[in-house]
């Protein structure tokens, strides 16, 4: 459960897409397989690759789909689709969304930089306000 001083930020339309597209990927899988002529079929190594492809695809929307930036009292934590980050604010040295940006990135002390993937530059205020809260709360935590 997050505490009263947790900020999450999830993308907005990037998730909406990710996910529609997903719901339209497998009815259409699912549509062209019951419409298909009963004298066409596939072999077991055809249905493989199809599940494959199927797969990787809804895993990689997924991804899209699971990206967030939570800010806490201990740091922020990134996670851009399957890979996570957890950068305490001691080891944050700033945040930097340049003008027609995708997305802001989180520079580290030690030069490392991780994209912010969940606050997409498309949002607009949104994504400046996003930026904002983290750049006050980098400058409470000093």
Do not use: C, K
């Not at 969304?97 to 030069?111: C, E, F, I, K, Q």
């Amino acid at each position: 459960m997050s505490s009263p001083d947790t900020v999450t930020w999830r993308p907005g339309g990037a998730r909406v897409v990710a996910y529609a597209v997903a719901v339209a990927l497998v009815a259409v899988t699912v549509v062209i397989g019951y419409a298909l002529p009963d004298d066409i079929t596939f072999s077991v190594s055809e249905l493989i690759t199809l599940g494959l492809v199927l797969g990787a695809t809804l895993a990689l929307l997924h991804g899209v789909g699971r990206s967030r930036v939570r800010a806490d009292g201990a740091g922020v934590h990134v996670v851009n689709g399957y890979r996570s980050h957890d950068v305490g604010w001691s080891r944050v040295e700033g945040f930097s969304m340049n003008r027609g940006a995708p997305w802001p990135t989180l520079v580290t002390t030690d030069d490392d930089r991780i994209m912010l993937f969940a606050i997409q530059g498309s949002d607009g205020p949104v994504a400046r306000a996003a930026v904002d809260e983290l750049v006050r709360r980098l400058d409470a935590s000093r």
